[in-house]
Nanobody, 126 residues
Framework: QVQLVESGGGLVQAGGSLRLSCAAS????????MGWFRQAPGKEREFVAG????????RYADSVKGRFTISRDNVKNTVYLQMNSLEPEDTAVYYC???????????????????WGQGTQVTVSS
């Protein structure tokens, strides 16, 4: 079992920055592939960023490339999502997730993730 707890969400103006944290327990974040997903009202949950077990291999959704950065701190057993140049379209509940199955690479499909955090709200005002 992997328990994930997100934090760091909030209200920010367009152009601002936030850093989300995902603290893991039960497994080390370096032993599973980790990802950030988001879900806006009335929309499906979508992939934002992911980091593989080893390498690491990092992937981003096209909509956040150049603005968001995913990273991992193995000592703190935490994964981060640094979000810069935020736009109103980034408003959503952000979820951290872990994939216990994939050995190489990153899963971008939410239905393939094994564990989820409770989510943290990010609201970007225009």
């Amino acid at each position: 079992q992997v328990q994930l707890v997100e934090s760091g969400g909030g209200l920010v103006q367009a152009g601002g920055s936030l850093r989300l944290s995902c603290a893991a327990s039960g497994r080390t974040v370096s032993s599973v592939a980790m990802g950030w997903f988001r879900q806006a009202p009335g929309k499906e949950r979508e992939f934002v960023a992911g980091i593989s077990r080893s390498g690491p291999i990092i992937r981003y959704a096209d909509s956040v490339k150049g603005r968001f950065t995913i990273s991992r701190d193995n000592v703190k057993n935490t994964v981060y999502l640094q979000m810069n140049s935020l736009e109103p379209e980034d408003t959503a509940v952000y979820y951290c997730a872990a994939d216990n199955k994939i050995l190489f690479g990153v899963n971008t499909r939410p239905e393939r993730m094994d564990y989820w955090g409770q989510g943290t709200q990010v609201t970007v005002s225009s």
